[in-house]
């Protein structure tokens, strides 16, 4: 069996572990580093398959975590986007209120958005949003002129480029299968070779609560797969959207809920709405592991959170089966469109902590000791700010390394 020595491996060539690859070269530049990954490619899930969209910061707590890096990883991407031709391009959405009930929800989304430090943001009316949207019918909006789109396969595809310019080594579809600690190294196991290194960071995202495991970590949260599935637009009826248009956000759910985006390779999405995959990696409805299945289903928290919002986890299935009720969703904010206008899209499956109550967290989680160091939630906006995340984890790194 092959046999290669490191300073340090970052497991998962997804957004923030190349960003983070990318941060520590630049901070110890004679850091003879790897980036490990099972798939044959980077950005292969999360990153790959979300919906490309760069976010502002608006929605997130300020002060928390997703806050300061969503802003602070916002300036590093676009810096980085510029400087290598990433495509990408800051459009701008609109955050819409169709009824009256939610107009309390929006205003409290502008007050974050103020108080994480976003500029220009401004209320519209349904005349002033009609002429950024057109077809859009509200009761009023938040106009967010920072969102923006981007190729984020394309980013990491420059990111590795960048990486191994630098002397980085990328081992690429290799299944990591154990790993054993000793005080001064850690053995990975692959499938067909062995990597020794004195220190290990967790990127592995869907996985990433079993790596830590592995690493002799012990938690009190599980990771679950929640897939998102989108539609697209037939080309003709791509005039209905000129921008990103996002509905107000249950507050109950990290997620955003369905909404329009313009995307960087063109093409216009909806989606995603968020129900529970039947394996981490289930980006079909009917993509099943049983040992995966058990696991998901027989955690405590995933029960306890069906418990909670069974009711909204019921609204989601029924747009996962019914084109029709996932169109009546996106009605409600473009009344024009109708499923005819729309044809099966990818699909995307997101990483959740949750932990033993069936709450799910909300922040970036990082467990670290003196050897490993573990991202062990990192949802949305996670790819925005992996420069930031990564910038977190170096510090992190430096305590340990130095």
């Known amino acids: ?23 520590i070269k630049r901070r110890f530049p004679d850091l003879k580093l790897a980036v ?3 798939e044959n490619s980077v950005a292969a899930h999360q990153t790959g398959n979300n919906s490309g969209v760069i976010h502002s910061g608006i929605y997130y707590k300020p002060g928390g975590s997703k806050a300061i890096n969503c802003r602070k990883g916002y300036l590093y991407l676009l810096d980085f986007c510029e400087k290598y031709n990433v495509p990408h391009e800051v459009c701008g959405k609109v955050i819409v209120a169709s009824k009256e009930e939610e107009l309390e929800g929006l205003e409290q989304i502008m007050e974050r958005g103020r108080a994480n430090g976003l500029s220009g943001l401004r209320f519209l009316n349904p005349e002033e949003t009609k002429k950024i949207e057109p077809f859009v019918d509200c009761v009023q909006s938040i106009y967010v002129p ?8 394309a980013l990491c595809l420059e990111l590795q480029k960048q990486l191994e310019d630098q002397g980085v080594s990328f081992f690429l579809g290799d299944k990591l299968r154990d790993i ?3 005080v001064q190294r850690l053995d990975l196991y692959f499938e067909n070779k062995k990597i020794e290194s004195r220190f290990l960071i967790n990127c592995a995202g869907l996985y990433s609560d079993q790596l830590a495991k ?3 970590f012990e938690i009190d949260f599980r990771i679950i797969p929640f897939r998102g599935e989108y539609f697209e637009f037939k080309p003709e009826f791509e005039y209905l959207v000129k921008h990103l248009i996002y509905p107000v956000p249950d507050p109950k759910f990290p997620f955003l809920g369905v909404h329009f985006t313009r995307m960087q390779l063109g093409g216009i999405e909806a989606g995603p709405n968020a129900v529970l995959a039947l394996k981490r990696e289930g980006y079909k409805k009917f993509d099943f592991k049983l040992s995966e299945f058990i696991g998901i289903m027989g955690y405590r928290g995933t029960m ?5 919002h069974w009711k909204k ?7 996962s089966f019914s084109k029709k009720a996932f169109v009546q969703t996106l009605k409600k904010m473009i009344p024009a469109v109708h499923a005819d206008m729309f044809e099966q899209g990818g699909s995307g499956v997101r990483a959740q902590a949750i932990d033993k109550n069936g709450n799910l967290l909300d922040d970036f989680l990082i467990l670290a000791d003196e050897q490993v160091i573990n991202l062990c939630n990192a ?17 992190q790194f430096e305590k340990i390394y130095t």
Request: charged share 25%; with cysteine.
């Open 1 to 23: 069996m092959e046999s290669r020595s490191f300073d340090l491996v970052v497991c998962g060539a997804g957004a923030t572990g190349l960003a983070s690859a990318w941060q």
């Open 36 to 38: 490990v990954d099972k």
């Open 146 to 153: 920072q969102a923006g789109i981007i190729d984020y396969k």
């Open 180 to 182: 054993k600690r000793s």
């Open 214 to 216: 592995k690493c002799g």
């Open 304 to 308: 306890k959170l069906g418990l909670k």
């Open 313 to 319: 986890g019921l609204e989601e299935y029924c747009r």
């Open 379 to 395: 949802p949305s906006p996670a790819a925005t700010s992996c420069f930031a995340i990564g910038e977190m984890l170096s510090e």
